[in-house]
């Protein structure tokens, strides 16, 4: 057992209490951003004069060592070891002797962790953000392609005002912009530097935080050290703005999979995102659109666990938060797949128009035009209302559409009628006159759209450029 700790004690750890205290198995995924922060960590030691410069290049050399033996595959990262701290240390001493065991100078497993797990998730941010970029981008093509494609909105399910599909793709355009801000936010609040903290109360070694936080691309150190290794707002700010976005996720999942019915055969998936039946050979499944909706759980199970898990730490570390780490990767996992394989669903999904169009007009969705076309010509809205809602229940006892009704019919129920009504109840007149900001009508679709892709060539160029900054 690879132990940083052993000194104190005078047996072995049991083996049981050993696993159950070990967090190799999941940690490793930090490992180039724990050989990151020791790197940054030695050449501060070094400046302010506790190593040699000497010191400093053999173990920057041994621990760029390490990651490339790790990344070809000569060396393993094993259960051999309690953590991938007590694994780089252990490696870096078997290969450059005692001045491997002055890495650890000035700093404790605990600002340690909380270092890698910030540059970990503040990686795993930059990818998201990528991510979401590109999902707005297809979003962004598709609704530019579907101005003029009608088709019925909804409220309760029911078929409500038509609009278009483009319209219908700006409302989740909105969600996930502000997906991006809830992410740009927390990288704000996140970036600084935990290291240097010590294990609660600082060091006595005279450390240049201000150095080591530049050095990894933080603002700067931060200011209280027992809040230092205790904090993990981050990671429930990280965790909640993730399962918004499997939220929104999961809604337009929901509604792909409504429109791939028989019953409204709205959409058509493409097969590459589609599955068959194993006894049913007519079936085509929405699988992944299915799983989207269901992974959501997964993202929500983490956000409560770690609130439920932080709730009852006194300050300042405690063994309790070595389980904000499981779940919060696997939930970086899940939505990083998620937002992947949706966004490629929804590029290459067919679009049924014919039948959204057919279904908006079915549906008496322009049923409150035609009550503004009353109230237009002088009936009070009220008793325009109760007209219109006589029509419908006329047109639902024949089976026809209000633009099916002959203008002879239209008088029986109002002589204000004429034969302009049928124009002013086009689903074209209908979508076209709503043309205030944030409506389905064309003029306020291209101002939308021309909006958004301002938006996109200024987010993409600053999401970009984390990537570099994340890389350096």
């Known amino acids: 057992m690879a132990q940083l700790w052993g000194g104190r004690f005078t047996k072995e750890t049991d083996q049981l209490v050993y696993n159950f205290n070990a967090s190799i198995l999941f940690d490793q995924k930090f490992f180039h951003q724990d050989v990151k ?3 940054a960590h030695v050449k501060m030691l070094a400046d302010v004069g506790v190593l040699t410069d000497e010191e400093r ?24 070891y309690e953590d991938i701290h007590s694994f780089v240390e252990a490696n870096l001493i078997r290969r450059i002797g005692d001045a491997g065991k002055k890495l650890h100078t000035g700093r404790s497993r605990n600002d340690q962790v909380a270092l890698d797990m910030k540059l970990y998730v503040r990686d795993e941010l930059a990818e998201v953000q990528e991510l979401l970029y590109q999902l707005m981008q297809v979003l962004h093509r598709r609704m530019k392609e579907n101005v003029d494609t009608y088709m019925p909105g909804f409220t309760h399910l029911q078929k409500a005002q038509p609009i278009t599909f483009a319209h219908h793709l700006g409302a989740y355009m909105e969600m996930f912009k502000r997906d991006a801000s809830r992410i740009t936010d927390l990288r704000e609040r996140m970036n600084y530097c935990p290291l240097g903290s010590g294990a609660l109360a600082g060091t006595t070694y005279p450390l240049d935080r201000e150095q080591t936080a530049e050095l990894l691309g933080f603002y700067g150190p931060t200011l209280n050290s027992m809040d230092s290794v205790a904090d993990r707002d981050y ?25 791939n019915s028989n019953e409204y055969q709205f959409i058509e998936l493409d097969d590459g995102y589609s599955t068959g039946s194993s006894i049913m050979p007519q079936k085509k499944n929405p699988d992944i659109a299915e799983l989207v909706r269901g992974k959501t759980g997964r993202v929500y199970a983490a956000l409560f666990s770690i609130l439920t898990t932080m709730k009852g730490i006194p300050l300042a570390y405690n063994k309790d938060m070595q389980e904000d780490k499981e779940l ?19 590029d290459t999904m067919t ?18 035009d035609a009550a503004d076309y009353l109230v237009k010509h002088g009936v009070p809205f009220r008793d325009a209302h109760s007209i219109i809602g006589q029509l419908v229940l006329y047109c639902i006892e024949r089976n026809i559409s209000l633009d099916d009704m002959s203008l002879e019919e239209l008088k029986a129920f109002s002589p204000v009628f004429e034969t302009d009504i049928y124009e002013a109840i086009s689903l074209e007149t209908c979508v076209s006159r709503r043309n205030t900001i944030g409506g389905p009508g064309r003029k306020a679709m291209q101002e939308v759209i021309a909006r958004n892709d301002a938006y996109l060539k200024e987010k993409g160029s600053v999401v970009h450029e984390q990537d570099r900054a994340g890389q350096t």
């Open 37 to 39: 922060g020791s790197i």
């Open 57 to 80: 290049d053999v173990i920057v050399q041994g621990l760029n060592g390490i990651v490339a033996d790790v990344d070809a595959g000569r060396l393993e990262i094993t259960s051999e």
């Open 235 to 259: 990671i429930i700010e990280m965790l909640s703005a993730f399962s918004t976005i499997m939220m929104h996720l999961s809604r337009f999942s929901e509604e792909i999979i409504l429109w």
């Open 328 to 346: 919060t990767f696997d939930a970086m996992d899940t939505v990083k797949g998620c937002l992947a394989l949706f966004t490629g669903m929804l």
């Open 351 to 368: 679009l049924r128009t014919e039948r959204m169009e057919a279904s908006a007009k079915a549906g008496f969705t322009n049923a409150t």
